[in-house]
């Protein structure tokens, strides 16, 4: 695939600040709450990290959006270089909707959104998924478990996060229905592994 300018693009990492006990949950059992709140940390400043050097040596801008915590704690973890919002809404679909919705009104033309908690994540995906919008309506990241870490529009679709088993194995099929069923052209760029239930965590040795 050719690559092209990729001016006014956003990339949203969607995360949640690691406060002991909120989050992780399914893997405190397994790791105790401290131990689930680090490997978040962990594999959030992954993701960070590699998006903010595909943004600073691109015209793409780049955006955190969080759950838990504030302002002022993001900054003191990730940096107070970055631009933090608060995820707004209801279930996760109504949140990456609204963020998808600020990002359009602000003057980008192409948006991504990347969940944190994946595995092998790297700037070359980014660069396949920005390539791909050229190209398609709409591009999806498949996760192994079911769903998916990534998805960009270049342009609002709100259709697209309605009725979805959010946390379920059914998210990435339901939503390429959902696609197929609005008109929407998709692509696809590679599949990772995310970290989420007990039986993930032997994953993060073949990533060490």
């Keep these: 695939m050719i690559h092209?300018?990729?001016?006014?693009?956003?990339?949203?990492?969607f995360t949640r600040y690691p406060e002991p006990g909120k989050t992780k949950t399914r893997l405190i059992p397994l790791l105790g709450a401290r131990g689930a709140a680090t490997l978040q940390c962990k594999l959030t400043e992954q993701v960070v990290s590699v998006v903010k050097r595909f943004s600073r040596s691109r015209n793409v801008t780049m955006e955190i959006r969080y759950n838990g915590g504030s302002v002022d704690l993001m900054s003191q973890w990730l940096g107070d270089d970055l631009l933090y919002r608060k995820?707004?809404?209801?279930?996760?679909?109504?949140?990456?909707?609204?963020a998808f919705q600020e990002a359009f009104?602000?003057?980008?033309a192409r948006v991504i959104v990347v969940g944190s908690d994946i595995l092998g994540f790297s700037e070359s995906i980014l660069q396949d998924a920005l390539d791909c919008l050229a190209e398609h309506?709409?591009?999806?990241?498949?996760?192994?478990d079911g769903g998916y870490y990534l998805l960009g529009l270049r342009?609002?679709?709100?259709?697209?996060?309605?009725?979805?088993?959010?946390?379920?194995?059914?998210?990435?099929?339901?939503?390429?229905?959902?696609?197929?069923?609005?008109?929407?052209?998709?692509?696809?760029?590679?599949?990772?592994?995310?970290?989420?239930?007990?039986?993930?965590?032997?994953?993060?040795?073949?990533?060490?």
């Design 105 to 108: 009104a602000e003057g980008c």
């Design 4 to 13: 092209i300018g990729i001016a006014s693009a956003r990339i949203i990492v």
């Design 137 to 144: 309506d709409l591009v999806l990241g498949p996760a192994n």
């Design 155 to 208: 342009a609002s679709q709100p259709e697209l996060f309605r009725e979805i088993s959010w946390g379920s194995a059914e998210v990435l099929r339901e939503t390429t229905e959902l696609a197929s069923q609005l008109g929407l052209s998709l692509g696809f760029v590679k599949a990772l592994d995310d970290v989420d239930r007990p039986e993930d965590i032997q994953k993060l040795n073949l990533y060490e």
């Design 87 to 98: 995820q707004l809404g209801g279930d996760l679909g109504a949140r990456m909707y609204q």
